[in-house]
């Protein structure tokens, strides 16, 4: 039970380039997450997935897309990396749905810089 | 308009009892307060969660008060071990159902 796995650990983009973080859990929960971690701010919701075949933005959606491949699966896009888009990206998934403040399982994050 | 606040850090020493507290004014009816503990490096953790009075598990206890407009994470007797960044988390769900993270308390541990 490897619980809530990302790839990659890191990355070095320039600006203009494209890329995609993906995030899996193994804990048959319905919601997933992707948060950005940045000096001084915390943790700031980008976007997030109740359940299967469903996305809403979250506190700072802008640049980012998302797709929520599979109960499983919920992968992070960037279509044209910005220098404001270097942070650390943690994806996180819950039971139930993020209609409720559930207990929340976290990936080990992705650093990413943009050049 | 949503805002969870936390103190930026904190001193401690090995064995007193250390309190965090997050001020959630906007907090809805049917939020939860929770906890996550981070180490360096790492994803954050699930300490505790609670909705109102008084919440004890193995590692802290969490109290709100009537009003729920904060929280106070308490930590037994810390170690070293708990040298960490702790974060509360509060559901705004009368404002379009964010999920609020405060910034973080570094809380720093000394022998």
């Known amino acids: 039970n490897a619980g809530v796995t990302q790839t990659p650990k890191f990355q070095v983009l320039k600006t203009g380039q494209s890329m995609t973080l993906q995030c899996a859990q193994d804990?048959?929960?319905?919601?997933m997450y992707w948060y950005r971690q940045d000096p001084g701010m915390g943790l700031r919701l980008i976007y997030y997935?109740?359940?299967?075949?469903?996305?809403d933005k979250g506190e700072v959606p802008n640049g980012y897309n998302v797709s929520r491949l599979n109960k499983r699966e919920f992968s992070l896009r960037l279509e044209s990396a910005a220098p404001s888009q270097t942070s650390v990206y943690f994806c996180?998934?819950?039971?139930?749905?993020?209609?409720?403040?559930?207990?929340?399982?976290f990936g080990p994050g992705t650093r990413l810089t943009v050049l | 308009l949503a805002k969870t606040t936390q103190p930026i850090s904190m001193d401690s020493y090995e064995g007193q009892e250390v309190n965090i507290t997050c001020s959630h004014n906007n907090i809805a009816t049917n939020d939860y307060i929770t906890w996550y503990q981070q180490f360096p490096s790492q994803g954050p953790r699930f300490i505790i969660q609670?909705?109102?009075t008084k919440v004890t598990n193995e590692v802290a206890s969490l109290f709100i008060p009537a009003d729920r407009k904060s929280s106070t994470l308490s930590l037994p007797r810390v170690s070293l071990s708990d040298t960490a960044v702790y974060y509360c988390l509060v559901g705004y769900y009368n404002q379009g159902g964010k999920l609020i993270f405060g910034q973080g308390t570094e809380l720093s541990v000394k022998p």
């Open positions: 609670g909705y109102k």
């Open positions: 997935s109740a359940s299967e075949g469903t996305t």
């Open positions: 996180a998934s819950s039971e139930v749905g993020a209609d409720v403040t559930d207990t929340q399982y």
């Open positions: 804990m048959n929960h319905n919601s």
